[in-house]
């Protein structure tokens, strides 16, 4: 199995910070893979997908890099709506999929 | 728009067993395949179960191989989990998604195993 290794595991920013999360794979995956925002009670909502594409309707602020085994979530601008959990998931080996153990965004 | 709900979850003892479901609408459900993933309280994400847009191919996890059934019906535009010989262990909330590449989410279903 493709595992997904996501850091850091929480963190603590202000509004108006750079934020940046990683998510690393233990084989090559090419840019099969999305990121996702999850806030308490919630569906998880897909914010990037093939790695750098942006779904429809999300903010410019959020942006995805990386290919092949590394991978990076850039918020550019951190806001108060998003202080939330977010994942990576890798679809490459489809249907086995693994997911990033979750990064915790607070509030500093 | 694209919405999943997911009905079904609940207490159940060791053992006992479940049927989830997953109730979609917004788009052509048999164009898509779909899934289960799980998450217990606290816990990262587990994926648990996929299904062809047919129905004919079905994989799972190896944690709930044997255990649980994912099945769908097309003209009723439902997707189901059938988890039988449940175990504590099995204590999350359940979730269905949406295709291959996993666009859409329900926002889960709590099963609580437990005596």
């Known amino acids: 199995d493709i595992q997904m290794t996501q850091s850091p595991s929480s963190l603590s920013a202000s509004v108006g910070d750079r934020v940046t999360i990683t998510c690393r794979a233990s084989?090559?995956?090419?840019?099969?893979l999305g990121w996702y925002q999850q806030k308490p009670g919630k569906a998880p909502k897909r914010l990037i997908y093939?790695?750098?594409s942006l779904q429809s309707g999300v903010p410019s602020r959020f942006s995805g890099s990386g290919s092949g085994t590394e991978f990076t979530l850039t918020i550019s601008s951190l806001q108060p709506e998003d202080f939330a959990t977010y994942f990576c998931?890798?679809?490459?080996?489809?249907?086995?999929?693994?997911f990033g153990g979750g990064t915790k965004v607070e509030i500093k | 728009e694209v919405q999943l709900v997911e009905s079904g979850g609940g207490l159940v003892q060791p053992g006992g067993s479940l049927r989830l479901s997953c109730a979609a609408s917004?788009?052509?459900?048999?164009?898509?395949?779909m899934n289960w993933v799980r998450q217990a309280p606290g816990k990262g994400l587990e994926y648990l179960s996929y299904?062809?847009?047919?129905?004919?191919?079905?994989y799972y996890a190896d944690s709930v191989k044997g255990r649980f059934t994912i099945s769908r019906d097309n003209a009723k535009n439902s997707l189901y989990l059938q988890m039988n010989s449940l175990r504590a262990e099995d204590t999350a909330f359940y979730y269905c998604?949406?295709?291959?590449?996993?666009?859409?989410w329900g926002q889960g279903t709590l099963v609580t195993v437990s005596s």
């Open positions: 998931l890798q679809y490459n080996s489809y249907p086995a999929l693994t």
């Open positions: 093939a790695a750098s």
């Open positions: 917004g788009f052509t459900f048999n164009s898509y395949e």
């Open positions: 299904i062809s847009r047919s129905g004919s191919t079905l």
């Open positions: 998604a949406r295709g291959n590449r996993v666009d859409y």
């Open positions: 084989q090559g995956i090419r840019n099969d």
